[in-house]
């Protein structure tokens, strides 16, 4: 299975390559910058205006005057959080409808073979963010206030807070003319293609990391692949950049020091993201919610977390008043916020998480965070969890110990978030696998494909056939979680999670039928079978395979490249028994 898991994946990749490689000499200034990032921006404080763009790279890139007023307000910590010096966060903002567009080809591909969490939200930005506040006499203000912003369509936090790490610093001491040269150097990274390991040149520095792809093991460590590329250019005496970065993952984040403030309560929090509840963090800076809210969307990995979240999220955002209103249920998001009037605006909040200064963990810690009623001002309380929620699963004490017993022992936080990574890792594939094995069962047998008939479709998802199925295939075969499953699978049917999921395994599971409908076509002879035809009907037969051919292409379907020359051979075979005008119609139609 692994090995044509493989040789799928190859087969995709050499069709893609093939049918795009025409396409490079019409490559134009930008056209590679803009497969990683829409922009680059700077952003200062003005006296008269407060919060503005400063600086746009490239000049041509296309903002809203909407777009650019969140990047401005997002880009700033709010004044009570006392930021000084440099802090590195991320925001996520909603793009506008009336200017979306079609994205680059390449980042298309990564869609469709990168892994789910990973895939970008058309409907979405996201703003990797470097802010520095020194003291400066010399201006008006008191202080130097100033934002350099990594706009893009691609999560990578990792890999953006890297780069942003580089080059901020470097136009705060130098000016625009370093931003731009960084800018051109982005220009010239390889388009992102799932699977590869790449070594990405940036201010006479190389980073390299590792683009994961769909078919990866899920949990696989890519620290093994960076760790053994720099044992191999050893060995062979390749001369090593000075600065050389090897990053882990392109969207590594510290999961225990950003759990760690409730850590007791961590199965809980994953049952709430998992099923889409309305969830606020509160914290002091945006370095900790913006961190904190990308855990907690980490944590049902490898699902995907379908619902918005904002990393980030100031009374000046565009969505302010559609997210606090009082008028009906808060929506299925969750809000990373810093301004103490959230503390008001968001009590009526079924689930907050109150992140204080980050302590080191202890025991009190445990009595903290327990569980309270949401009704009192969470910026005032205490860190920990306050919601009246009650989980369908039974806490997993053995591992809590596990991980309680690093804490004492002064295990690495890195092995610590390792831990947690695994854990949530392999609950979620719990829940998942039999989902999974019923929508499997849902697929037509291959016996019933018929060549002459259109491909079969996937049987519609039944969620009380489902249930019926946990009793002898459900989570506890693979957890010894005890609690409410089916309670927990009747609540998750309920959230966008779910639907994006099945939304996700219908499409891939309608193009395998596809893919096997086009094998049972080149099995047959097409043109023994069109001989006794009508010209009506075997003119109707060409249009039908060239459509399949065109179809092979645009949806980037997995057949080897056999298959599309033998579909074309036949086509061709078909056309010289019509008569010579029907040939040249058709010819010249091709």
Known sequence: AASSVTDSWARKRHYSEAHSEPLSPTLLPWDKFTNWLHCVCVVTFDLELGQALELLFPSHAKLTEKEKMNICYLSFPDSNSGCMGDTQFCFRIRQCSARKSSCPAGVSLFDIYGPPTLQRDSGYLYGFVYFRQVKDKSLRRGYFQKSVVLVSKLPYTSLFSTVSNIIAPEYFDKGAPSLEAACHDIDQWPCPQPGDTLQLPLMGGVIQVRLPSRFDKPGALTRQSTGSFTENILQKGIVVPTHLQILAAVNDVDLFGCLQPVLPHIQLLWELVLTGEPLVVMAPTPETTSSTVLSLVSMISPLRYANDFRPYFTIHDSEFREYTTRTQAPPPVILGVTNPFFAKTLQHWPHIVRIGEMPMYNKSMARLVKPKKSTVKALDSKPGLYTVYKPYLQNDKDFMKRVLKGVQSKRPVEVQSALLRRHFLELTQSFIIPLERYVASLMPFQRNISPWKHPPRLRQFEADEFLKTLVHSGPQLTSGLRGDW?????????????????????????????????????????????KDKEEVEIVDIVLKLREKIKNISTNHLPVKMELVDQLTESSNQIIATLPEDLQTVLNSNS
């Open 486 to 530: 089916i309670g927990l699978y009747r609540r998750f049917f309920q959230s966008h999670n779910f639907h994006s999921w099945l939304q996700a395994r219908q499409s891939e599971i309608n193009e395998k039928l596809q893919v096997l409908h086009l094998e049972a076509l080149v099995s047959t002879n097409i043109v023994e079978y069109v």
